[in-house]
């Protein structure tokens, strides 16, 4: 569930400030499709279990797992929009509420239903004289057991504490991103809040350098923790970094200018 970046930063209604740039970047749309396609491609098409297609498509096939950027570019994305929204409402009495009150409707009511879908899902199965007529994946068994993970999910944990089970795995593979976006909400705000914007500037970038040690650390140092290399957030947040970075540039008017 790879959600994605919003390009709409303010709505009317809000208390932010508001700016003649705060409009819709049509360009950004295109690079969200783009990410979309990237995600879909290497979820649907590199990732599906086929026989062997012969030389030519294994080798296209093989080319196509780059689709995994796609992510990296809705982080990119996320960075930059996320991060012109704190940029521009920094100096709002409502600063926090409202963000994380926009976050929460956005995210939570769609999120916290799946969330609500799996759990009935496993409890038929699980205790319910309905287990003969629930569909579930071949070779998949539900059990009681299925149900201790949801706390982790409710907590966008997942991402930290990571071993699926065979179902969970499919139910909620994909959700590792949100989990990486929800711990960046949690970190941005009060940075951009209360750093100034020199020293903003010095941390995105030291992130950026370190994020890419941390993936080299954890995938060769920590054998039994591999997964952070891909799925903590701060391994990914040099993307995340960018976009901030990037939005930043974007509302200096010297930079805009070239």
């Known amino acids: 569930m790879t959600q994605a970046p919003e390009l709409a930063p303010v709505d009317p209604g809000d208390t932010f400030s508001h700016h003649k740039e705060n409009r819709r970047i049509l360009e950004l749309d295109g690079l969200r499709g783009l990410a979309i396609l990237l995600v879909i491609i290497c979820h649907y098409i590199t990732g599906a279990s ?15 797992h780059l689709g995994w950027s796609g992510v990296d570019l809705f982080f990119v994305l996320s960075g ?3 991060g012109g929204i704190l940029l521009d409402s920094r100096n709002s009495p409502n600063y926090f509420r409202i963000f994380y009150l926009r976050r929460v409707h956005r995210i939570l009511p769609v999120y916290y239903s799946w969330i609500l879908l799996y759990v009935a899902l496993v409890s038929i199965c699980a205790y319910s004289s309905l ?7 071949p070779g998949i068994a539900l059990a009681a057991q299925d149900l201790g993970i949801v706390p982790k999910y409710v907590l966008f944990t997942q991402n930290i504490f990571y071993s699926p089970r065979p179902f969970e795995w499919q139910w909620f593979v994909v959700t590792w991103s949100l989990a990486v976006e929800e711990q960046f909400y949690l ?3 009060p940075l951009i809040r209360w750093v100034s914007q020199r020293i903003l500037v010095v941390i995105l970038c030291l992130t950026v350098v370190a994020a890419p040690v941390l993936r080299y650390v954890s995938f060769v140092y920590l054998p039994n923790l591999d997964h952070f290399s891909q799925f903590s957030m701060p391994c990914r947040a040099d993307a ?3 976009g901030v970075l990037a939005a930043i540039a974007w509302r200096s008017n010297s930079i805009r200018s070239y």
């Not at 026989?51 to 196509?64: K, R, S, W």
Request: glycine residues 4%; without cysteine; proline residues 16%.
């Open 240 to 242: 995340l970094s960018l």
């Open 80 to 82: 930059f929009l996320i």
């Open 187 to 189: 970190v941005a705000p």
């Open 50 to 64: 086929h026989p062997p297609l012969g030389f030519v498509a294994d080798h296209l096939i093989t080319i196509l």
């Open 131 to 137: 287990r003969p007529v629930i569909m579930t994946p």
